[in-house]
């Protein structure tokens, strides 16, 4: 079982950055790929970034890569999105995932966090 918490959602201005964070408790929690997922209310939840259990080969959305950045820590269970340059498209609930050996399907991941709220004004 893992139990996972997000946090450093907020209000951004377009062009600016965040820092969202993934605190995970539990075990195994160095064997599971992280995900950063997020959702319009009405839309469907969309894959926005990954990192695999060693920290390598981070795998990311086209609509984000190049403005955002994902990161674990496995000594501190946690994981990180840099957000930057950020668009109102990119308004959303964010949620932080766990799941073995998953990719870009959320079906894949087994657990999730309750989500935090990025708000990006224009």
């Known amino acids: 079982q893992v139990q996972l918490v997000e946090s450093g959602g907020g209000l951004v201005q377009a062009g600016g950055s965040l820092r969202l964070s993934c605190a995970a408790s539990g075990r195994s929690f160095s064997t599971y790929t992280m995900g950063w997922f997020r959702q319009v209310l009405g839309k469907e939840r969309e894959f926005v970034a990954a990192?695999?259990?060693?920290?390598?080969?981070?795998d990311y959305a086209d609509s984000v890569k190049g403005r955002f950045t994902i990161s674990r820590d496995n000594a501190k269970n946690t994981v990180h999105l840099q957000v930057s340059n950020v668009k109102p498209e990119d308004t959303a609930v964010y949620y932080c995932?766990?799941?073995?050996?998953?990719?870009?399907?959320?079906?894949?991941?087994?657990?999730w966090g309750q989500g935090t709220q990025v708000t990006v004004s224009s």
């Open positions: 990192v695999r259990w060693s920290g390598g080969s981070p």
């Open positions: 995932a766990a799941g073995f050996r998953a990719r870009r399907d959320r079906r894949e991941y087994g657990y």
